[in-house]
């Protein structure tokens, strides 16, 4: 079957540090990858995503490459800012057979936490 | 425009009650599904829909029933809450068209089943 799995946490940095979250994946397939963010009381975000080997995705200066090989899509940012402490859910989408539309496979999320 | 929309916000039941949590999307978004997420468990997809009147089941759908008269409206429905039910259940649409469409989520029902 298609799985996600996530570096564990909590992730705790110091504003301006360097952030990776690891995330790999298995799939029967061709598959989307997808980085998701929850705040506090609200619901997933979508950050960032890639449809094919090699893609870079990139927002709000986080990125996430594509890598078909190692079948791995972690997440980094240069210097992290508090207001970046949430959940991170990374997620891949196949297409089920004989249909046009993806079903998302999350990862169990990791929790960052970033002070001052 | 408001996206996805859940009702409640929060709820607590008691077990053997039942309750409906009530999702409505204004995009025009075909694809519609339900996630529950449990801690260190990401989301898990209960029941998804590609059109109205077009269920079908997901990974965790035992105890949940879901029907779609609408693009817009797509109700999940708890028959007899039990205490495994526990947990926030989020709301998402989406275009259909492949793999690269992203979900739109609402801010989710917090439900505790005592």
């Known amino acids: 079957g298609n799985s996600v799995t996530q570096m564990e946490g909590p992730v705790t940095l110091s504003e301006e540090a360097f952030l990776t979250i690891n995330c790999t994946y298995t799939?029967?397939?061709?598959?989307?990858l997808f980085w998701y963010v929850q705040y506090p009381g609200e619901g997933l975000q979508l950050l960032l995503k890639?449809?094919?080997?090699?893609d870079k995705g990139s927002n709000k200066g986080f990125e996430a490459t594509y890598r078909k090989e190692t079948t791995s899509f972690h997440l980094e940012k240069g210097s992290v800012q508090v207001s970046d402490s949430a959940v991170y859910f990374c997620?891949?989408?196949?297409?089920?057979?004989?249909?046009?539309?993806?079903?998302?496979?999350f990862g169990q999320g990791t929790i960052l936490t970033v002070h001052p | 425009n408001a996206g996805v929309t859940q009702t409640p916000k929060f709820q607590v039941l008691k077990t053997g009650q039942s309750m409906t949590l009530q999702c409505a999307q204004d995009?025009?978004?075909?694809?519609m599904s339900w996630y529950r997420q449990d801690p260190g468990m990401g989301l898990r997809l209960i029941h998804y829909?590609?059109?109205?009147?077009?269920?079908d089941q997901g990974e965790v759908p035992n105890g949940y029933n879901v029907s779609r008269s609408t693009t817009e409206d797509f109700p999940l429905r708890l028959l007899s809450a039990a205490p495994s039910q526990t947990s926030v259940y989020f709301c998402?649409?989406?275009?259909?068209?492949?793999?690269?469409?992203?979900?739109?989520f609402g801010d989710g029902t917090r439900l505790s089943i005592l």
């Open positions: 995009m025009n978004h075909e694809y």
């Open positions: 998402a649409s989406s275009y259909m068209g492949g793999t690269n469409q992203p979900q739109h």
């Open positions: 997620a891949l989408s196949l297409v089920a057979g004989g249909t046009s539309y993806g079903k998302l496979t």
């Open positions: 799939a029967t397939g061709y598959p989307s």
């Open positions: 829909s590609v059109g109205a009147g077009i269920t």
């Open positions: 890639a449809t094919k080997a090699d």
